[in-house]
């Protein structure tokens, strides 16, 4: 079994930063990917980025604005989140695909002035 726990999320005004961090915890003997959706209301999870051993894979909506980012070591992984924008609101979930897919619990993040 493997936990997945996010931190990071908040409340931040229009074109301002924010970073998420990701760990992951138990049973875990090698990752095939760890990355991050997003869920607003009313809308689908889509995915933002996400990262494995052959790189990083980004939605076209953060290109530019978000970096992922993941330390093998410690079993983290990292969404810088530059020029937000009011529309990246959401609930951030972090997953990590291993032998199965985990999810974590979720953070919000709140763009808004």
């Known amino acids: 079994q493997v936990q997945v726990v996010e931190s990071g999320g908040g409340l931040v005004q229009p074109g301002g930063s924010l970073r998420l961090s990701c760990l992951a915890s138990?049973?875990?003997?090698?990752?095939?990917?760890m990355g991050w959706y997003r869920q607003a209301p009313g809308k689908a999870r889509e995915l933002v980025a996400s990262?494995?051993?052959?790189?990083?894979n980004y939605a076209d909506f953060v290109k530019g604005r978000f970096t992922i980012s993941r330390d093998n070591a410690k079993n983290t992984a990292t969404l810088q989140m530059s020029s937000l924008k009011p529309e990246d609101t959401a609930v951030y979930y972090c997953?990590?695909?291993?032998?199965?897919?985990?999810w974590g619990q979720g953070t919000q993040v709140t763009v808004s002035s």
């Open positions: 997953y990590v695909h291993e032998s199965l897919i985990y």
């Open positions: 138990g049973s875990i003997h090698s990752f095939y990917a």
């Open positions: 990262v494995t051993s052959d790189g990083t």
